[in-house]
C-alpha cells in the first residue's frame, strides 16, 4: 500500500504572543464530531475510556483525552495522542454518529495572565472565570470564526476552529495579545 502524504500542521512555524500571553499551536490530535441520544451515552463513555458530559458548557477529560459538551446530544472528543476515536466508539455497539474531524480541525492554547483578555477582544461570550470556569467549554465566535473554546486552567484556553480558518484566527489572536500587553 502506498504511503499517504502526512499534511503539515496549518499553523506550522507560527509563534505569537505578548509578554503576558503565549499563543502556542497545538500538536496533531485525533478528533470526532460524536452525536447521540441520551440512552447511548453511558456505553459510549465506557467505550471512550472517559465520561461525556450531559451538562451545558462542560467537558470531561481522561489522561490526553477530553470529551466537551457542544449540545444536548452533540460533542467534540479530542485524543492527544492520536487513537482512533472512530473505532473505539463503534466497539460501543451503541446508537450514535462519529465522524472524524481530525484534519478539519485545529487548535490554538492561548495561555498567560492575559489570555482572559485576549479572546474577549474577539469573543461575545462572557469568558471570566466567574462564568466560565475551569473545565468550561463552549461553541461560539472570535471574530468571524466558529470556534470551540475550553478553559483547561484559570491562565490557559484552548481554541478549536477549522484549519482553513486557522491562520485568520491565529492573526487576530495574536494581535488581541499585543492590546492585552499594554
Given at each position: 500500500?502506498?504511503?499517504?502524504?502526512?499534511?503539515?500542521?496549518?499553523?506550522?512555524?507560527?509563534?505569537?504572543?505578548?509578554?503576558?500571553?503565549?499563543?502556542?499551536?497545538?500538536?496533531?490530535?485525533?478528533?470526532?464530531?460524536?452525536r447521540a441520544p441520551?440512552?447511548?451515552?453511558?456505553?459510549?463513555?465506557?467505550?471512550?475510556?472517559?465520561?461525556l458530559p450531559t451538562?451545558?458548557?462542560?467537558?470531561?477529560?481522561?489522561?490526553?483525552?477530553?470529551?466537551?459538551?457542544?449540545?444536548?446530544?452533540?460533542?467534540?472528543?479530542?485524543?492527544?495522542?492520536?487513537?482512533?476515536?472512530?473505532?473505539?466508539?463503534?466497539?460501543?455497539?451503541?446508537?450514535?454518529?462519529?465522524?472524524?474531524?481530525?484534519?478539519?480541525?485545529?487548535?490554538?492554547?492561548?495561555?498567560?495572565?492575559?489570555?482572559?483578555?485576549?479572546?474577549?477582544?474577539?469573543?461575545?461570550?462572557?469568558?471570566?472565570?466567574?462564568?466560565?470556569?475551569?473545565?468550561?467549554?463552549?461553541?461560539?465566535?472570535?471574530?468571524?470564526?466558529?470556534?470551540?473554546?475550553?478553559?483547561?486552567?484559570t491562565e490557559t484556553?484552548?481554541?478549536?476552529?477549522?484549519?482553513?480558518?486557522?491562520?485568520?484566527?491565529?492573526?487576530?489572536?495574536?494581535?488581541?495579545?499585543?492590546?492585552?500587553?499594554?
Open positions: 500500500m502506498a504511503e499517504l502524504a502526512t499534511r503539515r500542521p496549518p499553523l506550522a512555524g507560527r509563534q505569537g504572543g505578548s509578554s503576558s500571553v503565549h499563543l502556542t499551536p497545538a500538536a496533531p490530535a485525533s478528533r470526532i464530531s460524536l441520551a440512552d447511548s451515552v453511558s456505553a459510549l463513555s465506557s467505550a471512550l475510556r472517559l465520561d451538562k451545558p458548557k462542560t467537558s470531561g477529560h481522561a489522561g490526553s483525552r477530553s470529551a466537551l459538551w457542544l449540545g444536548p446530544d452533540e460533542w467534540l472528543v479530542i485524543d492527544e495522542s492520536g487513537e482512533d476515536l472512530v473505532a473505539l466508539a463503534a466497539a460501543s455497539s451503541a446508537l450514535h454518529a462519529a465522524t472524524d474531524v481530525s484534519h478539519r480541525n485545529t487548535a490554538v492554547f492561548v495561555s498567560g495572565p492575559g489570555a482572559e483578555a485576549t479572546l474577549s477582544a474577539g469573543c461575545p461570550q462572557d469568558l471570566s472565570l466567574d462564568v466560565f470556569p475551569v473545565g468550561a467549554c463552549s461553541r461560539t465566535l472570535f471574530g468571524k470564526v466558529e470556534v470551540v473554546i475550553l478553559r483547561i486552567d484556553f484552548r481554541v478549536e476552529c477549522w484549519r482553513s480558518f486557522a491562520p485568520y484566527a491565529f492573526g487576530l489572536l495574536a494581535e488581541a495579545a499585543g492590546d492585552a500587553a499594554l
